[in-house]
C-alpha cells in the first residue's frame, strides 16, 4: 500500500491524466479501499461520496482506464494518476470533464509558439476517445494502423516532391500534414510526444 495521507474522512483526491496527451480527464476521490484495488488491478477505483461506494471507472460505459503510473505530491495528500483512456472521461461523453474557454486558448497561441501542437495533440486524443461522426481522424483510428501509416508515407512524399519544387506555399501545407498525420500514429501507438521530445534533447546534449 502507498504511504499516503487520508483526510478526516477517510478519502484523498486522485487527479487522473492522459499519459500520452497530458490532458488531465478527470478529477475524483479515492479510500484506501479504492486506491488498494487501483493497483492491483491497474485500472481506476475511486469511492463516490454522494452514493458511499466504490466504483470502478468504466465498468458500465466501457470506458476504463489502465493506470500507466501512480504518484503523490510532496505532502502525499494528492494523488496524480496516470493512464491510458478507453473512450470518454466525462460522463457527458467528452474527452476530459474539464473544458478551456477559447480566450485561453488565443493567449496561448500568442505566448507560445508551439502550443497549437499541445491543442492539437489533445484534440487527437478527444477524437479517438469519443470517435464523433464525420472527424477525418475519426476515420483514420477506424481504419487503424495501416491506414495511418499509409498516410504518412504519402505526406513525407509529399513534402519531398514540394521541397524539390522549391514551391514554399505547397511545401508549408504538406509540413503541416505530415506533422498531423505523425500525431495520429504517435497517439495510436500510445507514444507520447513527450518521448519523442526526450531523444531530440538527448542527442542535442551530446
Request: glycine residues 4%.
Amino acid at each position: 500500500m502507498m504511504d499516503v495521507k487520508f483526510d478526516e474522512h477517510g478519502l484523498i483526491p486522485a487527479v487522473v491524466q492522459d499519459v500520452v496527451s497530458k490532458e488531465v480527464l478527470m478529477v475524483a476521490y479515492m479510500n484506501e479501499e479504492a486506491l488498494q484495488k487501483s493497483i492491483e488491478t491497474k485500472q481506476t477505483w475511486f469511492y463516490s461520496r454522494s452514493r458511499n461506494e466504490l466504483w470502478h471507472k468504466g465498468a458500465t460505459s466501457g470506458n476504463k482506464q489502465d493506470i500507466e503510473d501512480i504518484r503523490y505530491d510532496c505532502d502525499k495528500d494528492t494523488l496524480l494518476v496516470l493512464v491510458s483512456p478507453h473512450g470518454p472521461a466525462c460522463h457527458e461523453g467528452t474527452y476530459s470533464c474539464f473544458r478551456t474557454a477559447e480566450t485561453d486558448k488565443e493567449r496561448e497561441r500568442s505566448s507560445d509558439r508551439f502550443a497549437i501542437i499541445n491543442e492539437l495533440e489533445s484534440i487527437i486524443a478527444k477524437r479517438e476517445a469519443e470517435m464523433p461522426e464525420g472527424a477525418y481522424t475519426t476515420y483514420l483510428f477506424g481504419k487503424g494502423v495501416d491506414k495511418i501509416l499509409k498516410k504518412v508515407g504519402e505526406e513525407a512524399t509529399e513534402v519531398v516532391i514540394a521541397a524539390k519544387n522549391r514551391n514554399h506555399d505547397e511545401l508549408k501545407w504538406e509540413v503541416a500534414d505530415l506533422i498531423y498525420h505523425v500525431l495520429v500514429l504517435l497517439r495510436e501507438q500510445k507514444l507520447p510526444l513527450d518521448d519523442v521530445l526526450a531523444v531530440l534533447e538527448e542527442r542535442h546534449r551530446k
